[in-house]
């Protein structure tokens, strides 16, 4: 079952406010991903976490905070974003065999549409 | 540089017709692997098929094959008898190792996607 899931689908927020983006996946997957895709745009790569650990962050603005509390959970924290930040935000995870072969292929979870006024 | 490039914006095509997504890309990695993605309307990123840079043979996964041409740096996605369901923007995208200097070790986490290609299935 290659199935990821994100809540919420929809998050409106202001700019002051405080919220969290919330990934799921019960497929074992050791590694876990963030993606950004802007309207008509093809998805940006910005946090990677394998066995829990961050192990790439693709110079991300700190008002984005990633957190994996444990292997089937990783969480995105949204803290005083601007409204250049409105996006869908996309959920992946794979195996972490650490050999690059088709075990390593990426699942991805339905997205956040984020709305940021 | 574009490491990925999908020069077809958009795409139409009869229904059961066969349709050729183009995808050249370039890298200087031995080791790299190829996929494609279908991203309907509603957002989901939905996995269609891989190539292994030191595959011997054309990947295939039902209706769905790539043309891997290695010299030409192309990995184009076939759709036999396409169908309405069909209709969505195809994406195109390469991993590549990615060295990790303060870890000590390799990541195959980085996809680079190209802009992809809307494909319009008409009955």
């Known amino acids: 079952d290659t199935e990821v899931t994100q809540t919420p689908k929809h998050l409106v927020m202001g700019m002051t406010n405080k919220k969290s983006l919330k990934c799921e996946q019960h497929?074992?997957?050791?590694?876990m991903y963030w993606y950004k895709q802007k309207a008509k745009k093809p998805p940006e790569l910005m946090f990677v976490?394998?066995?829990?650990?961050?192990?790439i962050n693709e110079s991300v603005p700190s008002r984005f905070s990633p957190e994996c509390p444990n292997s089937s959970l990783l969480n995105l924290h949204l803290h005083a974003l601007q409204p250049e930040d409105s996006a869908l935000y996309l959920c992946a995870s794979s195996q972490a065999t650490g050999t690059g072969d088709a075990e390593d292929t990426q699942y991805f979870g339905p997205g956040t549409r984020l709305t940021v006024l | 540089a574009q490491k990925i490039t999908q020069t077809q914006p958009g795409m139409f095509v009869q229904e059961k017709e066969a349709v050729t997504l183009d995808c050249t890309y370039d890298?200087?990695?031995?080791?790299?692997?190829l996929f494609w993605y279908k991203q309907p309307s509603s957002g989901e990123m939905i996995f269609l098929i891989y190539q292994g840079s030191y595959d011997q043979q054309n990947a295939t996964e039902g209706r769905y094959s790539l043309n891997f041409q290695k010299a030409r740096k192309s990995a184009n996605l076939v759709i036999s008898a396409s169908q309405l369901g069909d209709s969505a923007k195809y994406f195109c995208?390469?991993?590549?190792?990615?060295?990790?200097?303060?870890?000590?070790?390799?990541?195959?986490?980085?996809?680079?996607f190209g802009q992809g290609t809307i494909l319009t299935v008409h009955p």
């Open positions: 976490y394998s066995y829990e650990k961050l192990s």
């Open positions: 497929m074992g997957h050791r590694a």
């Open positions: 890298t200087s990695d031995p080791s790299y692997g």
């Open positions: 995208a390469m991993r590549e190792r990615t060295i990790l200097p303060n870890a000590g070790g390799t990541s195959y986490g980085k996809l680079t």
